[in-house]
């Protein structure tokens, strides 16, 4: 088959490859669609040491079912699927409970690390076991249904906060992430909800999408800004959605004495925090990683339009075009959200 092959920082290859052998329990599903992510862009760069090469990336995809497995029972060949990017064991403690992202052998779709290499979705193939498949509606696209990862990771993070009245809401991000959590975090109850960027467009896309507030922080003190449209001391609940120290921080300080944080960037593996600002100020913060038990949940959510996905793609591009999508990410000099590559 033809992917696109990783093979070292900032270097790709549309290349032969051997199909991917299903399993007893995989599902063998045809790509017809698959999103490049901002961790994927990242780990193209080799710094962050969870994209080894050499790996066919891509964890956002959808597609039809070309085979299944001879144990396999909940598919059928030529249904359009889509599939969570966490491949966890189903077994273990952490899975029996639900809480499939901290499973003890999980693996990620696309993902290379010294612990695991699971080859992903930037193929005409991947194989997949049949407990992470959802099928998809009619009425959706495949280019929706390659957003449908990243919406269940926005729908974990609001989950991860305790919304038991109407709260006050900041998401520092305004990527993809960004964008869906502002979406997520307002059907949970979140209003008014301030999206906060450097990037004016995308901060236009994140008004489109139902921010109450935007804000610029190379424009204004954003922290000073978001105490003087609350009238308090912050927000009642923030979202981290970039992972730099600068961001997480001003994200900390501009949550509410008493509020909640959670982290979902993770750009950079060590970040400074005011610890005594933590405790003394009695913030719950919590950390959110991708999704467990959502996914089923993201479908619903873009099928009823209550999450809005559109605006997000901002380009369509075959896969044999995958390294000028990824050089185009990379240069970030265009209103990019997202790239979805077609095998």
């Given at each position: 088959m033809k992917a696109l092959l990783y093979k070292g920082p900032r270097a790709f290859h549309f290349t032969d490859v051997p199909d991917p052998e299903p399993g007893p329990r995989d599902v063998l599903v045809r790509v017809k669609a698959c999103g490049i992510c901002g961790s994927d862009v990242h780990g193209a760069t080799g710094e962050t040491g969870r994209r080894l090469p050499p790996l066919i990336m891509g964890h956002e995809a959808a597609g039809i079912v070309e085979d299944v497995g001879a144990e396999v029972s909940s598919c059928q060949v030529g249904e359009r699927v889509c599939f969570d990017s966490t491949v966890y064991?189903?077994?273990?403690?952490?899975?029996?409970?639900g809480l499939y992202n901290r499973c003890d052998k999980r693996q990620v779709l696309g993902v290379s690390t010294p612990d695991f290499k699971r080859q992903g979705a930037m193929a005409e193939y991947v194989a997949v076991p049949e407990w992470i498949v959802e099928p998809l509606p009619e009425s959706m696209t495949f280019m929706q249904a390659a957003l449908l990862e990243p919406v269940s990771i926005a729908a974990h993070a609001a989950n991860r906060a305790a919304f038991d009245r109407e709260e006050t809401v900041a998401v520092m991000g305004a990527g993809t992430i960004g964008l869906l959590v502002l979406q997520t975090a307002r059907l949970?109850?979140?209003?008014?909800?301030?999206?906060?960027?450097?990037?004016?467009?995308?901060?236009?896309v994140a008004t489109e999408l139902g921010a109450d507030l935007t804000l610029n922080p190379v424009q204004c003190d954003v922290v000073e800004e978001v105490r003087a449209e609350m009238k308090a001391d912050g927000v009642d609940v923030s979202f981290e959605v970039v992972g730099l120290e600068e961001t997480f921080q001003n994200t900390m300080a501009m949550t509410r004495t008493g509020?909640?944080?959670?982290?979902?960037?993770?750009v950079r593996k060590l970040v400074e925090i005011n610890l005594q600002k933590l405790v003394s100020r009695e913030l719950t913060f919590r950390g959110s990683y991708a999704s467990a038990g959502e996914f089923g949940l993201s479908v619903e959510l873009?099928?009823?339009?209550?999450?809005?996905?559109?605006?997000?793609?901002?380009?369509?591009?075959?896969?044999?075009?995958?390294?000028?999508?990824?050089?185009?990410?990379?240069?970030?000099?265009?209103?990019?959200?997202?790239i979805v590559l077609e095998p």
């Open positions: 064991c189903n077994e273990c403690a952490a899975c029996r409970q949970k109850g979140g209003t008014p909800v301030i999206s906060i960027d450097i990037d004016d467009w995308r901060l236009q509020g909640q944080l959670v982290a979902i960037g993770n873009v099928a009823s339009g209550q999450v809005n996905v559109e605006p997000l793609i901002s380009d369509v591009m075959p896969l044999s075009e995958g390294a000028r999508a990824f050089e185009r990410l990379h240069k970030a000099d265009e209103n990019l959200i997202k």
